[in-house]
């Protein structure tokens, strides 16, 4: 059973930071590349940082120089550092595995979403 929990998430000052963790149980975590998405009450979910297994980073033009993604492969868990939050960032987060055994397959898996709500 593989399973993504998020944790971190919370309510937040604008210009605050909070750091969010996802831990990945139930499969091989150090081979595959992690992400974070957030929706927002009517929007979709969108993209937001991704790191691949050799610790390259992609980011949302929104959050770039704002948000940091990690990973700790001993802990199995990927991080997204936030800071000067802003009320649009407002949102949950949901951590993503994409798995890729091999070229032609891919797999997806989601954890349950952490709500971020930045407000004064």
């Known amino acids: 059973q593989v399973q993504l929990v998020e944790s971190g998430g919370g309510l937040v000052q604008p210009g605050g930071s909070l750091r969010l963790s996802c831990v990945v149980s139930g499969s091989p975590f150090r081979i595959n590349t992690m992400g974070w998405y957030r929706q927002a009450p009517g929007k979709q979910r969108e993209p937001v940082a991704a790191i691949t297994s050799g610790s390259s980073t992609n980011y949302a033009d929104s959050v770039k120089g704002r948000f940091t993604i990690s990973r700790d492969n001993a802990k199995n868990t990927v991080y997204l550092q936030m800071n000067s939050l802003k009320p649009e960032d407002s949102a949950v987060y949901y951590c993503?595995?994409?798995?890729?055994?091999?070229?032609?397959?891919?797999?997806?898996?989601w954890g349950q979403g952490t709500q971020v709500t930045v407000s004064s």
């Open positions: 993503n595995m994409r798995v890729r055994p091999v070229v032609e397959a891919e797999y997806n898996y």
